[in-house]
């Protein structure tokens, strides 16, 4: 088992593949995961990206990007181990820590890709550049 298990679900009011197109662009991940070095092994197009990480953890992570009502249910997980043997304690900080960062990086991308949206408004068609997001 994992000493770190994240997993996360957020609503965004984007079609799939705008929110794929803010996660695909390599030179973005620096920004979302600024300790991690993400390296994709399974690019599924609108319904998201797998990679193995390295750095500060070592172990997977996943966006699965799910089709709903009128836009994105954004499934994130982080599966990893820190590095050496950490005390329980510095496992749940380090927990704790990357679930918050997991649902502030949602917002972030809720935001840039609903761009201000009105509740019960359709989405915009266009995409929103990964820059935007980070």
Do not use: N
């Amino acid at each position: 088992m994992p000493q770190i298990d994240v997993a996360d679900e957020t609503f965004v009011v984007a079609p799939p593949s705008a929110v794929a197109a803010a996660f695909a662009d390599p030179a973005a991940w620096p920004g979302f995961w600024p300790d991690l070095t993400p390296s994709v092994y399974a690019d599924r197009g609108a319904e998201g990206l797998r990679w193995t990480v390295t750095g500060a953890l070592t172990g997977t992570m996943e966006v699965w990007l799910e089709p709903m009502l009128d836009g994105t249910l954004v499934h994130y997980f982080l599966r990893a181990d820190l590095p050496g043997e950490p005390t329980p304690r510095r496992a749940r900080q380090e927990r704790t820590r990357r679930q918050l960062a997991a649902k502030a990086l949602a917002f972030r991308l809720k935001g840039a890709l609903e761009q201000g949206r009105a509740p019960g408004c359709a989405p915009a068609a266009a995409a929103v550049p990964p820059s935007a997001v980070s």
